[in-house]
């Protein structure tokens, strides 16, 4: 009798599930089709929905509300800019589950100086083949410990400014993971490419540099500690950065969380400026181990606890 109930409450999931599939739905947006504007799409979408948006220059904004949404341009060129929604951002996204992918973000402006392209106040977010284009922030993120935000070749291209408080290429709050990988980083302002106080930090394969007119601080942040993996990236820190001392830092505004791993592997640093600098300044008792790593230029690889393991 048991196993009899138990086989019937399967079947009544399944059922359920493919219920919840078959109603998953297609959203178009664009000139002549069913929604004009993104925001008109997302205001309406449910669970499991895919917005799909046409290319164009959308002077729109939205708040996501929905989980398990994936929102996509169909092609190059999908790209929101100006309006931002709650003062905050051109996306802010509420929700967990979230997928996007083909975007572009440009010009986020808000009068507390902090406006992002996307701004992720839920909890997990997928970002792919996206771009990020002269807002304050690129990419911002509230504190959820639970979070994870996992961003997969996408670019970050002169973003950042400092006024009252600073903007950052990718700035995340306490989060459980932030990924980057295969992510193009350039021509940040004023802020760092990446700063990040989540649990763990994963950097691996980007290209993270300066330019000839880019002027960031750090070329990643890790203030409060938490594991850190850097892994086959490139690295250039300019002539005219606002920081010309130190490229990556590690646990200056003090370590309050678990940092049980600081590795750094397989990376090529170059630092463009005429004077010496150091690639990364580890503040936390937990030792950093260099591996494989390749330097050009006036470089010291290490100050702080660890030790350069090979070269």
């Known amino acids: 009798m048991i196993a009899r109930h ?11 599930l493919l219920c919840q599939g078959a109603m998953a739905r297609t959203l178009d947006v664009g000139a002549g089709r069913t929604y004009r504007l993104p925001s008109e799409a997302i205001a309406v979408a449910r669970a499991g929905d895919v917005v799909r948006i046409a290319p164009g220059l959308y002077y729109d904004c939205a708040v996501i509300g ?3 949404l994936t929102i996509e341009g169909t092609g190059p060129g999908v790209v929101f800019t100006d309006k931002t929604c709650q003062g905050k951002a051109l996306l802010v996204i509420d929700s967990s589950r979230v997928t996007l992918r083909n975007l572009e973000f440009r010009r986020a402006r808000v009068m507390d100086g902090n406006g992002a392209g996307v701004r992720a106040e839920g909890g997990d977010l997928t970002i792919e083949n996206c771009r ?12 959820n410990p639970a979070a994870h935000i996992r961003i997969v070749n996408s670019t970050f291209d002169g973003n950042g400014r400092c006024g009252a408080a600073c903007a950052h290429g990718v700035y995340v709050d306490t989060i459980a993971l932030l990924h980057i990988e295969g992510s193009h980083f350039l021509n940040t302002h004023a802020g760092h490419h990446i700063k990040s106080r989540a649990l763990r930090t994963e950097l691996i394969g980007n290209d993270i540099q300066d330019g000839p007119n880019g002027d960031s601080s750090f070329l990643v942040d890790i203030p409060n500690g938490g594991s850190l993996l850097l892994e086959n990236n490139r690295m250039e820190k300019g002539p005219h950065s ?10 200056e505004e003090g370590v309050d969380r678990p940092t049980d791993e600081l590795m750094v592997v397989g990376n090529v640093f170059i630092n463009d400026q005429a004077r010496s600098t150091e690639f990364i300044h580890n503040v936390t008792a937990t030792p950093v181990q260099l591996k494989g790593n390749r330097f050009v230029g006036q470089v010291r690889p290490l100050v702080g606890d660890g030790g350069i393991v090979s070269r």
């Open 66 to 68: 929905v989980g398990n």
């Open 132 to 143: 990020f284009i002269d807002n304050e922030d690129g990419l911002l993120s509230a504190r």
């Open 6 to 16: 138990v086989h019937v409450v399967a079947l009544l999931l399944v059922a359920l």
């Open 242 to 251: 606002s920081n010309p001392s130190i490229a990556v830092m590690i646990g």
